[in-house]
């Protein structure tokens, strides 16, 4: 075990990981993180906790951490590379894992340029790959990146995400072996709608033998109508939306459209659990956690394993 | 070359309102290639100001200069005698010649008339794209001669990121995105290799003032001391 976090004992039991996201609050809404996550418990095996999303202000994600584990469910800190240098970074992972926190997803993060204060200056100091090798250099070394010893080794799950449909889409599965020779553990890929192009991307990662080396957990967001279904196409770089699935949503009455929407999700996820190299299902109910009980119902992954 | 961009006319206006004698020095060199600050520049600005002053029954008299260079001392001396007859300097240089004039004329206030937006190159009449951040530790050579400090958003040195966009930034559509023309090229160069391994943590040169002394030069004894 490299961390004995929930989500590190489920995959390594062979067992289909299912995690949720949760986004924090636009304030100190300590209640707002508690209702959400009241949807999530005993339903997903670890919920990311988003670190100023879209370069929008929120609750840290750290701290947000915390909360979850006083209410009984294991975390997943996300930690984006915009907004701290090296030192704010290394700080803040010895910080979490003294606060109980295992796993870390370590991101680029949206550019400033999307959110609340565009005139702000992204850090950058260091880029997600490096962020991935500086985790693993700190459990497995027990060094900060300085090459300095740690009083007291943070022994993280060390997650990143993957888009396999970003241009150029020969590159994104080097992209994938960059972040595995890194040292990342599990893989949390963007939302996926472009099955065909996904199916493509995960018989090249098992054929140069990364999903061996890493558990890659398919991301799925379910579609609420078809407003988000065109919002995602046309205005979220690097998603890739085909025509089929607006057709499909458009199909159907306006108040059936969300239903529809999770069908199709839970359509996926179905795949997803046979799909080779697919080690489980990263669900993003954007603003929509209280729908995550229905969909892992239908999807048929309850109860969650426990794995001692 | 540098380039700069003038500071709109209410902020200039702004800095010059307690003065009535002020002297506009241009610079010959790079700011003058990309129209902001050379000579002709200068007799506009004064123009504008003096005309703008008047209406206000405020007048201001403007004095023009322009020097070959003003990151250069020898080509400052030549404000030596004339610098006395007025209140302020303003300066149209990049900010180095800007901040070499304040430190030759220490006793008059110094204010910029540009903003200093980069290291360019020139695409056409009156058009300049950054391309240098002057990072200290260029990478030019393993990354397809085209800078991911400068020209990739978030500055990634083992990129594209997720929000590569039909090879546009994820910022802005006009904008291409650095990684994705550093992966065409060196995929059509055969180079692929370069960008496969995972390039560490960078080692930031520019986050502090720098001294550069070529080999075989030195600094004088007494250089470096408190002005």
Known sequence: ???????????????????????????????????KAAFLKGNVDSVNITDNQTAMVRMSSWACCIILIQEGIEPNYQMVCRDRNRLAMQSDILGAYAHGIRNILCL???????????????????????????VK???????FLSGADLDGVPKMFIGAAANPFADPFEWRVHRLAKKVAA?????????IYNMNKFREFIKQANDMGLTEKAYILA?????????????????????????????????????????????????????FKEMKGVAGVHLMAIEWEHRVPEIAEMAKVLPRPKVD | MIVAKRKPIEEIKEMLKGYKKV?????????????????????????????????????????AISVERQCDREFLAALDDKVGEYEAVMSMACGVGIQFLAERFPDKPVLPAVNTAGLSVNQGIGWYEERCRSCGDC???????????????????????????????????DQPCAWFMIYERLSRQGRL????????????????????????????????QKK
Not at chain 1, 183 to 191: L, N
């Open chain 1, 1 to 35: 075990m490299k961390s004995g976090s929930n989500l590190e004992k489920v995959l390594g039991a062979g067992h289909f990981a299912f995690t949720g996201e949760l986004g924090p609050p636009r304030g100190a809404n300590a209640e707002e993180v508690r209702k």
């Open chain 1, 108 to 134: 680029s993060g949206d550019h400033c340029k999307f959110g609340d204060h565009p005139q702000a200056k992204g850090v950058f100091d260091i880029d997600s790959i490096q962020l991935i090798a500086t």
């Open chain 1, 137 to 143: 250099k700190m459990r497995d070394e027990g060094k």
């Open chain 1, 183 to 191: 040292g990342v553990d599990f893989i949390q890929t963007q939302c």
């Open chain 1, 219 to 271: 991301g799925v967001t379910p579609m609420k109508g078809v407003g988000m279904a065109k919002y995602m196409k046309n205005k979220v770089p690097g998603m890739d939306v085909p025509d089929e699935i607006i057709s499909r949503l458009q199909g159907v009455d306006k108040k059936k459209q969300s239903d529809e929407g999770i069908k199709m999700a839970v359509e996926q996820i179905e795949e």
């Open chain 2, 23 to 63: 002297l506009n020095v241009g610079c010959g060199t790079c700011v003058s290639v990309c129209l902001v600050g050379g000579e002709k520049e200068v007799n506009i600005l004064n123009a504008e100001l003096e005309i703008a002053r008047k209406m206000e029954d405020n007048p201001i008299e403007m004095g």
């Open chain 2, 139 to 173: 990478v030019l050579g393993w990354t397809a001669g085209i800078c991911p400090v400068t020209m990739c958003a978030k500055g990634l040195y083992n990129g594209p990121c997720g929000g590569t966009n039909k090879g546009s930034c994820e910022i802005n559509p």
């Open chain 2, 193 to 224: 290799d370069l960008i496969m391994r995972v390039h560490p943590a960078n080692d930031w040169q520019n986050i502090g003032p720098r001294t550069l002394v070529q080999p075989g030069y030195s600094k004088p004894d007494n250089a470096g």
